[in-house]
């Protein structure tokens, strides 16, 4: 069985732990924080049937330890996913991989010399609406993407290390590659503003797919919850709201018609709206992160990749890391004379 140690128990770090501990096939052996608060509020929880410690080297020097999951702050995954992979060890990392591409990449030559794997956590990539949304699409039901339109937004947690679009639009970028295959970026272009920290809280990105194009907010300094995504496509579109309780996903069978004009020389139409049914498709009731969790360990007991490997997450980084640049470049200057 995989032996697993978690290290970072702040924020994200306790769910992490709860689904190691619920996953049967794991044997969750040792919880690190730097934060003895935090390795006590672990304790509460999880008494003698874990070890705790402050200093992550005790768990690489560990040579039964297989996996090490890694939920510190963005700006120290690097390093410790560095030291690990040295150590002999897989790893799952938190979202987002690196805070940039040149380190994802030497992490990931670090792991292939070493035939070891590296799980980012896309965690939506495991969520069972978002695979049902992928089986909608594979099978041809929305017809051609028309454009992706993206929406996270609340208030808080602030946070210094990342911007919003780095915390959050990760999500989303991690959800268009997926349903779109790994699809090829063409264009980014990005806007945001710093409010409440030294970096933009609220970041409006916008992405030219090779075949069609995404809009995607993210929004630290809003008075509502939204997590929503649109897609549209030439057949059908379809609604999925995370906040929705009851109908988080709505495939709607809505768009426009094109009917040719009868005894015209050339190809001309008449464009008529479409109204048809809505429907709610069965979700299959799962936690993504369990699922997240259960991936990677399947995949190093087959020796495969991981669905979010580093690959993904390189994808993902390189429209972030060109979107920041763009933050900081001006668009087309309206002169006020
Ligand atoms: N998958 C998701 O949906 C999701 C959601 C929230 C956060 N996250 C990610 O999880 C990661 C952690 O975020 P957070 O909000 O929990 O941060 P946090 O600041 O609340 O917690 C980080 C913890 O790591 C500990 N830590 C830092 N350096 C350490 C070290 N060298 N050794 C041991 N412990 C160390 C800190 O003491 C702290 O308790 C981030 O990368 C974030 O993007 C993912």
């Not at 970072?8 to 619920?22: F, S």
């Not at 924080?33 to 020097?61: F, Q």
């Not at 907010?217 to 709201?241: C, F, H, Q």
Request: hydrophobic share 40%.
């Amino acid at each position: 069985m995989l032996k697993a140690a978690l290290i970072g128990y702040g924020y994200w770090g306790p769910n992490v732990a709860k689904q190691l501990y619920r996953n049967k096939n794991y044997v969750f052996d040792t919880i690190c924080d730097l934060r003895e608060d935090r390795l006590e509020k672990a304790k509460e929880l999880y008494a003698d049937s874990v070890a705790y410690t402050t200093d992550y080297n005790s768990i690489l020097k560990r040579a039964d330890i297989d996996l090490v999951a890694i939920a510190v702050e963005t700006s120290r995954h690097y390093q410790i996913a560095k030291e690990s992979l040295q150590s002999g060890k897989h790893v799952y990392v938190e979202k987002p991989f690196t805070d940039n591409v040149e380190q994802a990449e030497e992490l990931k030559k670090i792991a292939a010399d070493r035939g070891l794997r590296i799980h980012v956590d896309h965690i939506m990539v495991y969520h069972p609406a978002i695979r049902k949304i992928k089986e909608i699409m594979d099978a041809g039901a929305l017809g051609d993407i028309l454009y992706v339109s993206c929406y996270r937004q609340n208030l808080g947690n602030v946070k210094n290390d990342v911007n919003a679009m780095w915390d959050l639009s990760v999500h989303d970028l991690s959800i268009i590659d997926y349903l779109a295959d790994g699809a090829n970026v063409r264009f980014v272009k990005a806007l945001g503003e710093k409010a409440y920290s030294s970096r933009e809280s609220i970041t409006f990105l916008s992405v030219q797919y090779e075949n069609f194009i995404a809009n995607i907010t993210a929004n630290w300094i809003s008075p509502i919850k939204e997590r929503k995504i649109i897609i549209a496509g030439t057949k059908k579109m379809l609604v999925y709201d995370d906040v929705d309780v009851i109908n988080k996903l709505i495939v709607y069978d809505k768009g426009f018609d094109k009917t040719p004009i009868k005894d015209m020389e050339y190809d001309e139409f008449v464009v008529k709206s479409r109204i048809g049914d809505a429907i709610i498709p069965k979700l299959e009731q799962s936690d993504a992160l369990y699922n997240s969790l259960e991936h990677i360990r399947t995949c190093i007991e087959n020796e495969q990749e991981s669905l979010t490997d580093a690959d993904a997450a390189i994808r993902v980084i390189k429209v972030l890391e060109l979107a920041n640049q763009d933050l900081h470049s001006n668009g087309k200057e309206l002169k006020n004379e």
